[in-house]
């Protein structure tokens, strides 16, 4: 039917394919292969910021049946998990601790569920991509990564400028920012180029040294002009 939505038309479609299977395992199969090919890395070359946010999504969902997708399009076994309650405590935790810390607003909104389930990597990548949002909003440029760092926070008369860059100090300061909020771009903005930094089993206690790091970058960028 052209008025049904996606999700029903792929629901329907597996559901006949279960129906007309001889051997119900075969449809198993089908459903794991058809998550399998929808999340191959390929797929998303021309939108990669979008492949890492999905697959924790749906990792989520995946743990109820046991099972996990990596990043290279390979299936595994997780431990099976019967609620949610575990992903949001994760996330009402972290959040707890960072507020304690007086994090930046802009941080604490990555602080959620679908985000930690997976790993805490996805919340840290989240948060960092908020920071490049906010030069390019103070700055007016549309680049990313190392490209919009050097066009907006250097040179002698930098575009965005936490302090009047009168004294040596003052420029040092300035370099020495713009090199911090590079550093964490190559960290963690590009994961594609990145494998073992996606992979990394990111602690809890990484995380909100991570997180505060980008809620620092925040705080100097509110306050710069």
Not at 67 to 72: E, K, V
Not at 137 to 155: H, I, M, N, Y
Request: glycine fraction near 4%; include cysteine; aromatic fraction near 6%.
């Amino acid at each position: 039917m052209p008025t049904m939505t996606k999700w029903k038309r792929l629901r329907n479609a597996f559901v006949e394919r279960q129906n007309h299977s001889q051997n119900h395992s075969q449809n198993r199969r089908a459903v794991v292969e058809f998550v399998r090919q929808a999340m191959t890395p390929g797929r998303y070359a021309r939108e990669p910021q979008r492949f890492e946010t999905m697959r924790a999504n749906l990792n989520v969902a995946l743990a109820f049946s046991g099972i996990a997708i990596d990043r290279s399009d390979e299936l595994s076994a997780v431990t099976r998990a019967e609620t949610l309650t575990e992903a949001h405590r994760r996330a009402d935790e972290l959040r707890a601790d960072l507020t304690t810390r007086g994090v930046h607003p802009d941080v604490l909104r990555f602080c959620r569920a679908e985000l930690v389930a997976d790993n805490y990597f996805h919340a840290v990548l989240e948060a960092t991509k908020s920071v490049a949002d906010k030069v390019r909003e103070k700055s007016g440029l549309t680049e990313d990564g190392a490209k919009l760092v050097d066009t907006a926070l250097c040179g002698s008369a930098p575009r965005v400028a936490i302090n009047d860059s009168i004294t040596d100090s003052q420029r040092n300061e300035q370099s020495g920012f713009a090199n911090l909020v590079k550093g964490t771009f190559g960290m963690f903005r590009n994961p594609t180029a990145h494998d073992a930094r996606v992979l990394w089993a990111m602690s809890k206690e990484d995380a909100k040294d991570l997180l505060s790091l980008a809620s620092l970058i925040h705080r100097r960028l509110d306050a710069a002009h």
